[in-house]
């Protein structure tokens, strides 16, 4: 009896400390929560795009809460949003893998823990994704994804793409595919930087980690 109420006291002192880091964790949070009973006409359209299929979210997640700052914008960067994660040629594994190379490119928690199971839910390997948080070049991807990564890498590295990158993407993802390619990892570059100046981080769980970049 007496090691299960020490065991009891120790659960709630857990969970009282899990609910201090999670308020300090919103109050770290530049933009306040949005109230349903405040909001303008557009942000009501907002909400009412996000809690619709297949989204079903809320304007107080992710970076929806900074976007509805200004919603006239918000409003057409889900529409982006709803393309590049649900209408682009790239098929999941591809395109969770340029998401998750964007918010590598950032640094970024909340998007990295959003997508991470998402991208292995698509087929992504989990060691690739160990080596991308860790700021290796991932060991063992396929032809595409190789094609993939290294258009990626040297846009944003080199802010530029060489021609065997170019022709690599282009034989394995079409004129098509290389816009999309670009559309996605331009729109996660938005929505990390409303992430990182919202300062929200997400919530940890088991994804691999997202270790600081040298630079």
């Not at 290796?136 to 190789?146: C, L, V, W």
Request: with cysteine; proline share 6%; aromatic share 8%.
């Amino acid at each position: 009896m007496v090691r299960l109420i020490h065991a009891l006291r120790r659960v709630a002192s857990a969970t009282a400390i899990a609910g201090l880091m999670c308020a300090a964790a919103q109050a770290d949070q530049r933009f306040s929560e949005l109230r349903l009973d405040q909001l303008t006409p557009e942000q009501q359209k907002m909400a009412t795009v996000l809690t619709t299929p297949p989204r079903n979210s809320g304007l107080n997640t992710g970076p929806f809460n900074a976007y509805a700052r200004s919603p006239g914008l918000g409003l057409l960067l889900l529409q982006v949003s709803d393309y590049v994660r649900f209408n682009s040629s790239l098929p999941p594994r591809l395109s969770e893998f340029a998401i998750m190379i964007a918010a590598r490119q950032w640094s970024q928690p909340y998007e990295w823990r959003a997508h991470y199971p998402l991208a292995i839910k698509g087929g992504l390997e989990r060691q690739i994704l160990v080596d991308l948080g860790a700021a290796a070049r991932p060991q063992g991807m396929k032809e595409d994804e190789t094609a993939l990564y290294d258009f990626c890498t040297e846009l944003y590295r080199d802010k530029d793409v060489s021609d065997a990158s170019f022709k690599a993407a282009l034989g394995k993802f079409g004129e098509r595919g290389i816009m999309d390619l670009i559309g996605i990892i331009g729109y996660y570059d938005i929505a990390s930087m409303a992430l990182i100046v919202q300062r929200a981080t997400g919530k940890a769980g088991d994804e691999a980690p997202l270790l600081p970049l040298t630079r």
